[in-house]
């Protein structure tokens, strides 16, 4: 339904000029722009104010002086369906998580600006393309042109993690003889990492044999979202930071009570006298 294809047919600037070379276009009106979820029309009014300070750059304007210059990146969330592609950029730029899965057809756009020291600000465009694109012919095209490339999978399914290999195959193949982009394996679902199916060793493997800058994240909880993709917009600034600088970066996140029923085999209830019975307490 937001396909980039889509977009360009339909030639809308009212609410969903998303990309550059829709901008370049010369552009009418969106028929389905009505049907667009809300979060879609603010994403592209952040976006327009983002393109808009790229093509006055580009014009050498400076009209606008309390305007700060932004640096612009395209990052592309890859992997397979149902692995938190969707909650981790809806996480990051808007702090907010959804339990019920929905899945993305085609693409979907977040964009987030973010301050990195040394006061350099960074707009980020973060392309959300839907697992099932993997097949798809448009995939080479939202590939080309990223700066970075993130590799999600989900930590509790092995397939998401094989999957892998077939992504990277794509995304080597979109790139062929030209440089590639800066590409991160990130790991999603953190919060379940007692059931997880992919070993930390795994991972590590796969990112050290591909040169691939690596992330473990919850999109759920938010534990290292923010400070992944702020790492992300620093490396692609060529900004260095700190451990604390990267500290601050990481939001606070909420711990949640497992509430688990009374009388779980797979929980049992400790019972003082019978860790009195097992333990015994030698005084030496
Ligand atoms: N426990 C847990 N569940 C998560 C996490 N991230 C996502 N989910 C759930 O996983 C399901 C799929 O999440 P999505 O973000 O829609 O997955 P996606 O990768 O965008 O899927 P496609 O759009 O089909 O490509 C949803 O039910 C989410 O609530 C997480 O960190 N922890
Ligand atoms: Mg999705």
Redesign the pocket.
Known sequence: MFGLQRFQSDACVSKCNLTGSMVRSGLGKCTSCAKLPERLGEHSRQFRRCVMAELRTQLGEDDDEDEPEYLQFKVI?L?????????????FCEDH?????????GL?FFVKRVVLPGDIHVCLQIW??????IGGKMLSNYIYGSSAVVL?Y?I?NYQSFQHLEDWLFLVKRTFDKTPLPYIALMA?????AHIRAVKVDKHNQFAEENDLYSYF?????G?QVHSSFFRIAADLAGVTLTKPELEVAQKPTKAELVNHPRNDPAHPEANADDIAKEKKCSIM
């Open positions: 969330l992997g397979d369906g149902a692995v938190g592609k969707t909650s981790m950029a809806t996480r998580f959804a339990k019920q899965y929905k899945q993305t057809i979907d959300d393309i839907g697992g099932q694109s999600c989900d509790t999603n679902k953190h919060d379940l994240v919850s999109a759920r909880t534990d």
